[in-house]
């Protein structure tokens, strides 16, 4: 086109039809115009070829830059060129002996032109809808042997929702993908389902015939779990003085009702093998211990490995809770798992006394937190005031968070010695004269009771078996008791110097009638004797 419109040039046209002197001859351009327009030589033909021209010349003016720029700003040239061509037309016009020329390769060109025209158009709508779908769909990768974690992480940032199902697999690792339902290297859409199948390792249900262990070694039976995937199984390792390293000690179920004949993969057991004999060396010195709080000899012996032994013992010097002596010396080196043994002091002790070197005094008013119940008692063979007994051995010690005992401390009352109790003592006060007295004090004394017609007060103590002597520690004592019942006797004043006539008769009724009240007194006491040895059987 541009070579075209090369033709149109101000040399070619000047106000006056000019010929070349390469121009064509008119039985050739006759020729070629034929040859050219043979088919379309109609006057509408011709009208539309030049419409073509001219459209092309505004075509190639709108894909010219300069073209743009002058008529945006003309130039003081193009406003020249323009007032000359005002000038031309009023005064006639450049173009009156016109002639028009074709450009014989303008259909190829134009062919040519649509033809980039449409490819231009067909790449940039393929572009278009390549960076649509290359905008809405995303490749699947292959997630087959890998974590499910990857395949979540993925699916968040595509948009893509990952799904899992979860299934048994013996030969797939807990969490690792076996199967995808979109496949690797397909395009799948953003926003819809991807489910990916998710293995959750061998089955805990399944029956596992367990071997022999007593027969296996540790590398066998660890070989065996591996292969079996029997992950409950632990082997455990532990030092036994009696079985040799590498040698099978026991197999526990973690259930002791579990049947090991139908073990299942997700019980329980511990299989134990020996690690032989536990040797240390003696590389642990030990330091002096003595007077150090046991606490921080405690956490010597943890650090260390060391076991540790105590006994408590009483200490005057050594406060309580803390070291007295060691049995192993300062600088002794011994090993891990070695015994110490040390002797920790209780503080003072509380000693209980001895009561044999005080007077009952003297041990009433003692003091050192020690409670002491002082008694006294009838002895035969020990002189009274002495010391008898005491219910906790003397020297006995007790640290202060003991519970202390209470001791009771005897002392001898002499042998058990019986008052005059005529005239003074009723029946009513013998029981609690005779416990107070005699059974208190740990003499078995017991009284028994018979009455007498007497003119004493009813109930007076009026005869005694005993009195006024010292008693064995075992013994009883007949108390006689007035009825009362006799009137005091007032004796007759007369002169005996003047005998009467009637005196041996007087004195002969009063010797018989003493003679019948000893009768009836004597049936009286024996009955009373009765009454009162059973009444002091009784007491």
Do not use: C
Request: aromatic content about 8%; glycine content about 6%.
């Amino acid at each position: 086109m541009s070579d075209f419109l090369s033709n149109f040039s101000k040399e070619n046209y000047d106000g006056k039809k000019k010929l070349a002197s390469s121009k064509v001859p008119e039985a050739d351009l006759d020729e070629n115009f034929e040859k050219e327009f043979s088919t379309d030589a109609s006057p509408s033909k011709a009208e539309e070829t030049e419409k073509d021209l001219s459209r092309s010349q505004r075509m190639n003016r709108s894909f010219d830059p300069a073209y743009d720029q002058r008529l945006a700003s003309p130039t003081a040239e193009t406003e020249e060129r323009l007032s000359e061509e005002t000038t031309e037309s009023e005064s006639g016009g450049r173009f009156q002996a016109e002639e028009t020329e074709f450009d014989p390769t303008y259909k190829k060109r134009r062919i040519r032109k649509i033809a980039l025209l449409s490819g231009a158009a067909i790449a940039v709508f393929a572009g278009l809808f390549f960076l649509y779908y290359s905008l809405t769909h995303v490749l699947v990768p292959d997630f087959s042997g890998k974590a499910v974690a990857e395949a979540r992480s993925w699916g968040s940032e595509a948009g893509v929702k990952v799904e899992t199902k979860q299934v048994y697999d013996f030969k797939a690792a807990i969490n690792e993908v076996i199967s995808q339902s979109a496949k690797a290297g397909e395009k799948l859409k953003k926003g819809t389902e991807m489910t990916v199948t998710v293995s959750m390792g061998p089955d805990p249900e399944e029956i596992i015939p367990l071997p022999d262990f007593a027969n296996l070694t540790v590398d066998q039976a660890t070989a065996w779990i591996e292969e079996k995937k029997a992950e409950n199984v632990t082997i455990i390792r532990e030092f036994d003085k009696q079985i040799t390293d590498g040698g099978f000690i026991k197999m526990e179920a973690a259930s002791k009702d579990q049947d090991l004949e139908k073990y299942k993969r997700q019980d329980r057991l511990n299989v134990y093998y020996s690690k032989g004999k536990e040797v240390f060396e003696k590389n642990i010195t030990v330091t002096d211990f003595t007077n150090k709080p046991l606490s921080e000899v405690s956490d010597w012996a943890k650090t260390n490995g060391v076991k540790l032994t105590t006994e408590k013992i009483f200490s005057e010097t050594i406060a309580a809770d803390n070291v007295v002596s060691q049995e192993t010396a300062k600088g002794t080196k011994i090993a891990k798992n070695d015994t110490l043994k040390l002797k920790v002091s209780k503080g003072k002790p509380i000693r209980i006394p001895d009561y044999s070197q005080y007077t009952i005094e003297q041990a009433q008013s003692l003091e050192g937190g020690i409670s002491a119940v002082i008694k006294s008692v009838y002895s035969d063979s020990v002189g009274y005031g002495r010391f008898i007994s005491q219910s906790v051995e003397a020297g006995k010690e007790f640290a202060e968070e003991d519970k202390l005992p209470s001791v009771e401390v005897v002392y001898s009352q002499g042998r058990p010695y019986i008052k005059d109790l005529r005239g003074q003592t009723t029946e009513g006060d013998l029981p609690k004269l005779f416990f107070d007295e005699f059974q208190a004090k740990g003499a078995d004394i017991t009284y028994s009771v018979y009455y007498v017609d007497s003119a004493e007060p009813k109930g007076t103590v009026i005869e005694m078996s005993k009195y006024g002597e010292f008693l064995p520690l075992t013994a009883t004592i007949s108390i006689g008791i007035s009825l009362g019942n006799k009137q005091a006797e007032i004796p007759p004043v007369s002169d005996p110097s003047l005998p009467t006539e009637d005196s041996d008769t007087t004195a002969t009724t009063e010797t018989q009638q003493p003679a019948d009240n000893q009768e009836t007194s004597a049936v009286k006491n024996n009955n009373a004797t009765l009454e009162a040895n059973n009444s002091g059987s009784k007491g």
